[in-house]
């Protein structure tokens, strides 16, 4: 049986909507090379600015614990202020920070620019994604912004892995950075000249709720950080875990009782739809993680690729995410969310399967093209309706703070499993015996086992979606 709900209609806009939907596009996909393109670059960078091993991961952490941290006051300020408003913002401050980072002659600079290009990507992530939930009406149009959206940061992480190897070794390590700038000044133009001004809401911002929520992510994902260096049991990771944790509760404490006008409001929840597809995108998370850097790493520390090289062969599962994502996109409105979820879960499981039987005497066409072709086929068409359902029926002015919410639980979910998946691997791998390849070949098979576990409680979590309705 379906049900009847009224169009929700596109907001105004002063340009085309394919230029709209390519601004936003462009701004999700430098937010994820971002993620991406630095990792080739790093011993270069150690090299030139004289990092410490330790200060080394900051070139990283600093990045993703501000974006992760800040992604909620982000989305909450492109509802307050005017989404064209935010995104140019944070393309502004991105591409600034990023000229730092590209000019940048200490290490104690280059960190912290980072840290700013991660404020950037916080205020223009969720700005993309309200743009797409605003400025497409319910229906197959606004399912295939969602694909192309989604699309590009599949595209933005792989395009970063190879991108960040022909830079640094053609160039300097600086143009991962500097590549930004162009790029950045080009998108202001666009988004000037092809949104609609908005006057936003009236309102103030939460500042209690903002202070307590980002500060409680970034003391869960900085505690999770620490286990690279600390086992999970020990104070430097507990610590900040647990004061996480409490700051996370005293956020919902607020935004229940205290706010009077909630950075994210409770009642948000109430939608099944918006709860059940955040939860799903936080063990989503961890599959995104086991397919683009652990089969990196297996393709380079089991098989002998170079990094370069690892980047290439991950690109046909690229360019199979990003036609999955666009044909889910199209499937969504036809078919509901439930059967394209699940038939996404029976990829990601046959594919993991796959690889977690994958060793030191696997060859790349039979044991990982074959397997990541599956997995990334399964994340095209898992990606885009949990996104699309995270953010339907949710009204204009409250896009933003849903898109921070959808886009801090898979950054928040990546991160847990990033250290769990890590710690398991390490395990495994100085309890397996043989060579060096074939003990990490071990850890990284038990990866993919416990991706498939992951994958198995997503399609379960799907039976809790809002099955199919037609306008």
Partial sequence: MTSTRAQTPAEPRTGPAWLVLALACAGQFMVILDVSIVNVALPSIQRDLGFTATGLAWVVNGYVLA????????????????????LVAGLGLFSAASLLAGLAATAELLVIARVAQGLGGAMLAPATLAVINTGFGDGPARARAFGAWSA??????????????????????RWVFLINVPIGAALIAV????????????????????????AGLACLI?????????????????????????LLAAFLAVEQRLAVAPMMPLRLFANRGVAVSNG???????????????????????????????????????????????????????????????????????????LSRAGVDSHYLAGVLGPTLLVAG??????????????????????????????????????LALAGFATAATAATASAAGSAPAALAAGYRLVFALAVAVALAIAGLGLLLPGRRRS
């Fill in 378 to 415: 399964g994340i095209g068409l898992v990606f885009p309706t949990l996104m699309a359902s995270a953010t339907a029926d949710v009204p204009p002015d409250e896009a933003g703070i849903v898109g921070g919410v959808a886009n801090a639980a898979s950054q928040v979910g990546g991160s």
């Fill in 152 to 173: 590009s940061g599949g595209i933005g992480g792989m395009v970063g892995a190879v991108a960040g190897g022909v830079l640094t070794t053609g160039l300097s390590w």
């Fill in 191 to 214: 988004a000037l000249t092809s949104l609609a001004a908005g006057a936003g809401r009236h309102g103030s911002l939460d500042l209690l709720g903002a202070a307590t929520g980002t």
């Fill in 222 to 246: 900085y505690g999770v950080m620490r286990t690279a260096d600390h086992p999970w049991g020990s104070a430097p990771v507990l610590v900040p875990v647990l004061a996480g944790v409490l």
């Fill in 280 to 354: 799903m995108l936080l063990l989503f998370g961890g599959i995104a993680i086991a397919m683009w850097f652990f089969s990196s790493l297996f393709l380079q520390n089991v098989l002998g690729f170079s990094a370069l090289g690892a980047g290439l062969g991950q690109t046909p599962a690229a360019v199979m995410f990003v036609l999955t994502a666009r044909l889910a996109a199209g499937w969504v409105p036809r078919t509901g969310p439930r059967r394209l979820l699940w038939a996404g879960c029976a990829c990601l499981v046959a594919g993991f399967g796959w």
């Fill in 67 to 86: 974006f992760a941290g800040f992604l909620l006051p982000g989305g909450r300020a492109a509802d307050l202020f005017g989404r064209r408003r935010m």
